[in-house]
Every structure is written in C-alpha cells, then in structure tokens.
C-alpha cells in the first residue's frame, strides 16, 4: 500500500497536468478560430452600433449651427467675390475678360511684384532678428529676459497703421532723424519693409519661442560628450530641432505682410501693392469687379502660404519624449551680454517707434511748437474721426471676445469630443481651417458683394454692429479654435466616458469639467479677439456706416485727411487700452486660475 502522503502528491500532479492539457487545448482552439482566414463577420455576429442618445442628436445639431455659419460667413461670401470677378458692372458674365484686363495693365501688375518684393525682404530680414531674439531669451543667461520679451511683444497691441505713423515723424519730410536714410525716401519700399517688420516681429518671435523650448538636454550632452563645439552643435542639434519653426514662422510672416493693409497705405506713395489696390479700386475708382479679381489675386499667394506651413506643421515630430531632460542653459558671460546687447538694440528700436508715437500726439505742433498739449485727443474736431469710434470699437471687442470665445470654444469641443459623426466633424475641422488663408480685405470685400445683394434677406445687418462682430468673429476664428483643440486634446476621453457611464449629463460634465480644466486657453481665447478686434483694419474697413465707424478706421481717415497726429492719438489711445485691459485681465484671472487650476501643482 502506498503511502497516504505520496498518494496525495501524485493526485496533485495528474489534477495539474489536467488543468494544463485543458488550458492548452483551449489556446490551441482559440489560436485556430482567430487565425482560420475563413471567420467572417457572419461567424462573429452582426456587429453592434451604439444608440444614438438625445444629448447625441443635440450636439449634432449645434455643430450643424457651426457649418451653417462658416457656409453663410465664409464659404458663400468668397464664392460671391469669385463670381463677381467673371462679370461686368451690368452683371453681364464675359469669363476671364477682367483678369485679362488686369494683367495687361502695367500699373496693376507690377503690383504682384512689388508685393512679393516687400514681402520676401521682410521676411528675410524678421525672421533672423526673431531667431536671434528667441536663441538669446531660451538659450542664455542674460538678465531681465521677461522685460525684453514685453517689450518685443508690445507691436501685438498696435494697429499697423501706428508704427508707420511713427516712421513718417522719425524718418518723414519733418522726422526727428531724417537724414539717417541716406538721403533715400520713406514712401515706398523702405518704408513699408521698416514698418512691416516692427508689425509683424512679435508673431514671428512668438513661434519661434514656442519651437526653441521644447528642447532635449540629452542631445546636447551627447553632442557635449562626443567632442562636439558649440558651432558643431548649433547646425546639428539646434536648426535641426526648430526647422519646422523656421518654415512656419517665414509663412506666417509672409502672408501677414503680403496681406497687411495699413502700412502700405501710409507708407506705399507711389509705390503699389495688392493690398492698397483693392482699397484703390473699390474706395477711389468704385470698380467693384476689378477689386474683386485683385483680392482674388491676393488670395492665390496667402492660400498657398496657408498650405505651405500646414505642410510643414504635419512633417513635425514629437521632440519631447517622456523621458526627456528639460534644456537649461549655462551661463557663458561673454555670450550673456551680446545677447543682452542685441535685445537691448531690438528693445530700443520697438520702444523708440511706440515714444515717437507717443510723443508726436501730446505735441502741440510738429516739429515747430512740441509744447505739451491734449488738443490732438479732440477727436470730435477731426476729420474723420470721432470719440464714437472710440466706444465703438471697445464694443466691438466686447461683443467679439465674449460671442466668439463661447462659440469657438462650443464648437471645437463638439467637433473634438462628440461621438459618431466622423465625417460632418471633418468637413466642420476643414471649415474651421479656411478662414486663416484668406486675407481680411478679401473677406471684407467679399462681404459687401454678399451681404449687400437685395437678394440675401441677411442683407439687414449690413452697415450695422452685427456685422462687423461677425466679420472680426469669422477673420480671427482658425487661430482661436486650433487653440482650443490644442487644450482639448490634452484632456483624456475617459472623462467623457466616466460620466456616460455615471449617467451624467454631457452638457454637465461641459461646463463642471471641461471649462475649469481649459480655462488657461478659454482666456488666452478671449483675449486673442479682444485685442485682435480693437487694432484690426482690413477686415472692417468696407464694413462700417458713420454710426459704427470703429478707431482704427478714424485713424486711417485722420491720416488720409492730414491730420496724422490726432491719428497717432488715436493708435496710442487704443494701445494704452489694449495695454490696460490685459494688465487687469492678468490681475483678476489670477485668482480665478488658482481656483480652477490648483490640481496642476499637486
């Protein structure tokens, strides 16, 4: 007789062996069903389809409000200035007669080139500056880096007509240092390649402050660790990180420059360019189907730029990886104070424009009587200008930035986390994507031939505050609503999928979770429109009526009307308000931040 013990141990081996053949058995039948290339869907089942809920059939319907309004905002207006570009002053339809007129005009043509000419300089010359500027306040050591990037983001509040103003009364007939052009005029190409820069340097160092700090310390330390110089380094880690930086940042300034408006209009003289020719022709001439087939000319370059740095936006790759080392610069003291001496230099420049402009609206009679005087502020005594169109602008903003935040940011969370749907939400994301390739003369031009026809029963709103909200809305709304995807997809779906499963309402879970998380980007929203609203120009400048003329506008009417310092008055009047305005902005939304964003320093 065996022993109990060992009879006990051999029954736990045959009860282990069991388990094993039956585990065994069972992969092997799983691996053969999955992997017989006759299972077919008809073996698995019919697939499931989730039900569409009423919060679902909602949610479609407000991004179905959002087509809407791009189609009637955007779509619909360009297609009525495309159409008009094929017809005559009757209506008459007669082809490519229009554009054949225009390229067979020298005057009108030699405006593609000198549009391109200006427009190519200053991007050569900005995007250096903008480099060299953002390498300095990234990858130095110097001091007072957060007061030399206030200072080089102060063009951001200004109208463009404001530094070009201030270059006619440092450089003009009168200025202050006339003689340090060499003799050279300022209306023309010089002039609008100066003042170009000075108004697009902050977007362009904007990016590429945002492409130089997502920088690895590893790769540095290995190129330090392989024998590597600084020079070595700079062309084999440095450019080759911020590539797609430097191609999106040269797109982004060439089509600001080759759509800008008010530069050239006070600096251009003789010296055309496409910008000042819509205005020319619709304002000076009244040949509407002329203005229409010089926006569309207008358009061509800025759409390609628009795809062009899409394209490059999409060939960037993750430079950040989760176990990457944050890139801290040493100190190198005699690369700290050239830094600091080249930021002093671009500082001086930025703060010598804003003081001339300053200075040139207290004084009482350039350059004979620069006696302290307020008469320039009498608005209401100028030509063409007003303190209405003061108040009208600041509800403008209002109205743009309260509308437009809500509305943006609705309809990116629809299109990002609404479920189904796939291809309304990506013919939506595409409408999103169009406003930011069209110029806001075009846009604006495109308005009066949409809105304006006695046909559209919308045509009410023409002349009126509504629409001028909705033009600054549709201009400004690709920016603002990539700024809210980008916080968006930040959050993890599971929020949205914890809350169904809870029983929680999608509209709940919106405004007790989603906005208290993304309130950093709501706000920078808010405040990207209401600044964008006060200082832009092109978009409104064929949309006003005598009781909705906004500042911008009266400064561009002052400055046609001879009264240039009332109109730099008016440029630092909105710059002060901007200024003003984010200062208590930054105050009040820094408690409201720690409130709301608290978890993120846990």
């Known amino acids: 007789r065996e022993n109990p013990s060992t009879s006990l141990s051999r029954q736990i ?6 388990t094993e053949l039956t585990w065994q058995n069972h992969r092997s039948t799983q691996d053969t069903f999955v992997n017989t290339p006759n299972t077919t869907a008809a073996t698995l089942g019919p697939a499931i389809k989730s039900k569409v809920s009423n919060e679902d059939w909602i949610m479609r319907a407000v991004l179905i409000g959002v087509a809407l309004y791009l189609l009637i905002t955007m779509v619909f207006p360009l297609y009525a200035i495309l159409s008009k570009s ?11 007669d229009n554009y054949t007129k225009f390229f067979s005009t020298p005057a009108l043509f030699w405006s593609i080139q000198n549009s391109f000419f200006v427009t190519i300089i200053t991007c050569i010359i900005v995007v250096p500056i903008a480099f060299i500027f953002a390498y300095a306040l990234t990858r130095s050591c110097m001091p007072l880096k957060g007061l030399f990037k206030g200072i080089a983001l102060i063009p951001i509040l200004m109208p463009s007509l404001l530094p070009a103003i ?5 450089f003009g007939a009168q200025g202050l240092i006339k003689g340090a052009l060499l003799g050279y005029d300022l209306y023309g190409p010089i002039g609008i390649i100066i003042g170009e820069s000075i108004y697009v340097f902050p977007h362009v160092l904007t990016i590429m402050l945002i492409a130089m700090s997502t920088s690895d310390a590893r790769l540095y330390e290995a190129a330090q660790a392989l024998g590597a110089g600084k020079v070595k380094t700079f062309f084999t880690v440095t450019l080759p990180g911020v590539r797609y930086g430097l191609v999106s940042a040269f797109f982004v300034c060439f089509t600001l420059v080759i759509t800008d408006f008010g530069v050239p209009k006070v600096l251009g003289g003789k010296f055309n360019v496409l910008a000042t020719d819509i205005y020319k022709q619709v304002v000076g001439r009244l040949d509407f189907e002329m203005g ?9 370059p800025a759409v390609f ?8 936006q999409r060939r960037q790759v993750a430079l950040l990886s989760s176990r990457a080392v944050p890139y801290q610069p040493k100190s190198s003291p005699t690369f700290d104070i050239s830094m600091l001496l080249f930021c002093m230099v671009v500082g001086a420049i930025i703060l010598a424009v804003l003081g001339t402009a300053c200075f040139a609206s207290f004084a009482k009679f350039w350059p004979y009587n620069l006696s302290f005087s307020l008469n320039h502020y009498n608005f209401d005594l100028m030509d063409g200008g007003s303190w209405d169109s003061y108040f009208n602008t600041l509800e403008l903003a209002f109205w743009t930035a309260v509308i437009g935040t809500a509305a943006i940011f609705t309809g990116a969370y629809l299109v990002e986390k609404s479920k189904g749907f796939e291809v309304g939400r990506g013919i939506i994301q595409f409408l999103c994507m169009i406003p930011m390739a069209v110029p806001g003369l075009v846009l604006g031009l495109a308005y009066i031939f949409f809105f304006n026809n006695p046909n559209n029963p919308l045509g009410v709103i023409y002349h009126t505050m509504p629409i001028l909200v909705i033009c600054t809305i549709t201009h400004f709304y690709t920016v603002s609503h990539l700024t809210a995807v980008t916080a968006l997809k930040q959050m993890d779906p599971e929020f949205e999928a914890v809350s169904s499963s809870l029983k929680v309402s999608c509209f709940r879970t919106f405004f007790r979770v989603t906005v208290p998380v993304c309130l950093p980007a709501i706000l920078d929203i808010f405040m990207y429109l209401l600044v964008n609203a006060m200082t832009t120009v092109s978009a409104v400048v064929f949309l006003y009526s005598p009781d909705t003329a906004l500042a911008s506008v009266a400064m561009l009417n ?8 009332p109109a730099a008055a008016m440029g630092m009047l909105i710059v002060a308000t901007a200024a003003g305005i984010r200062i208590i902005h930054a105050i009040l939304s820094r408690g409201l931040l720690r409130q709301t964003q608290a978890w993120r320093y846990r």
């Open 292 to 300: 229409a087939v010089v926006g569309m000319v207008l358009l061509v």
């Open 86 to 96: 094929f017809l005559t002053n009757q209506g008459v339809f007669i082809g490519l």
């Open 558 to 565: 002052m400055d046609d009307a001879g009264d240039t310092a």
């Open 166 to 170: 201030a270059l006619v009364y440092l």
């Open 305 to 312: 730029a628009f795809f062009a740095d899409r394209m490059a």
């Open 13 to 18: 081996d045959f009860m282990c062996l069991g």
